[in-house]
């Protein structure tokens, strides 16, 4: 069964730190494009940051280049999301995902694989 579940977010102070992670199982990341996305109250979902499977290039959305990081560790089977300096419009429920695709768009429908979300919030 592919799973992927999320854990490390909570509530954080605006500046603060928190360093999400997604453990998947029933498949190896190594094969599979991964991604961050974001929902925040009354908005749609949209995608953080992504890295292709094609050629590992990572895209991050505008509003968090500089202050977050996306990576994974192979043997763990394990992806994060290393996010600094985090300021109120960062509070959302956080979710990773995994396509087939080798160079999806930041867009959900490209990733056929999600976790159930943590929640982020910042606030002081």
């Known amino acids: 069964e592919v799973q992927l579940v999320e854990s490390g977010g909570g509530l954080v102070q605006p500046g603060g730190s928190l360093r999400l992670s997604c453990d998947a199982s029933?498949?190896?990341?190594?094969?599979?494009?991964i991604g961050w996305f974001r929902q925040a109250p009354g908005k749609e979902r949209e995608g953080v940051s992504c890295?292709?499977?094609?050629?590992?290039?990572?895209y991050y959305r505008d509003s968090v280049k500089g202050r977050f990081t996306i990576s994974s560790d192979n043997a763990k089977n394990t992806m994060y999301l290393q996010m600094d300096s985090l300021k109120p419009e960062d509070t959302a429920v956080y979710y990773c995902?995994?396509?087939?695709?080798?160079?999806?768009?930041?867009?959900?429908?490209?990733?056929?694989?999600w976790g159930q979300g943590t929640l982020v919030t910042v606030s002081s």
């Open positions: 029933g498949f190896n990341l190594d094969y599979f494009a």
């Open positions: 995902a995994a396509s087939t695709l080798a160079n999806p768009l930041p867009n959900s429908s490209d990733f056929g694989s």
């Open positions: 890295i292709s499977r094609a050629d590992g290039s990572i």
